[in-house]
């Protein structure tokens, strides 16, 4: 239990050639483990389109039902070519460099869904409220009959409503879900550096 990689941080011992290899099986370990999770995520949306899909097609909501579909299919893909990229980053014998290319992957990919999750999934879901909505008494009687400024605000503030919760929903759910990975990540990079 001496050598176990949790020790060798705690006690600083890095420099080791010996521990080399412990920091190459830890590498190793971490990266499996967030393929996991990437995989189990992506997976995740498949039940889920198929419980919207379902649910606006027994409304017989079918252009939204296809919009609906069409967007959790892009973002099946998009995650599909994530891990596919990530994949490709090959294990080398610079530990460092192969970890601090993944956690540079990793943070830009992140970037990446942050603004995916702030500004492109409230338009779609806005566009898909409208689709839904758009011929209900709710709307006819309210929405309708005001004036095209205030349904400009009323849009923007709607916009920005989603937004906010899907940044939000997507942060925590990061965080709740990758934290341990991407704080270990961070760790092993530093170490070595």
């Not at 995650?79 to 990793?106: C, E, G, R, W």
């Amino acid at each position: 239990m001496e050598n176990s990689i949790e020790n060798i941080w705690k006690n600083g011992n890095h420099g080791n050639v010996k521990n080399i290899e412990f920091y190459n099986r830890e590498s190793k370990l971490w990266f499996q483990q967030i393929l996991k999770y990437l995989k189990k995520d992506n997976m995740s949306l498949i039940p889920v389109g198929l419980l919207i899909l379902g649910m606006l097609l027994l409304y017989q909501e079918f252009l939204a039902a296809g919009l609906a579909f069409g967007f959790l299919f892009f973002l099946f893909l998009l995650n599909k070519n994530t891990i596919a990229k990530l994949k490709n980053i090959k294990p080398s014998d610079d530990v460092q460099h192969y970890m601090k290319t993944n956690q540079v992957f990793i943070k830009n990919q992140k970037r990446n869904y942050i603004i995916l999750t702030g500004l492109i999934i409230p338009l779609f879901m806005l566009v898909e409220l409208w689709l839904v909505f758009n011929d209900s008494e709710v709307y006819l009687n309210t929405i309708a009959n005001i004036s095209v400024i205030k349904k400009i605000i009323f849009a923007v503030f709607m916009y920005l409503a989603i937004g906010g919760i899907s940044l939000f929903a997507y942060l925590s759910s990061t965080e709740a879900i990758y934290g341990k990975l991407l704080k270990k990540l961070d760790e092993i990079v530093n170490d070595l550096e």
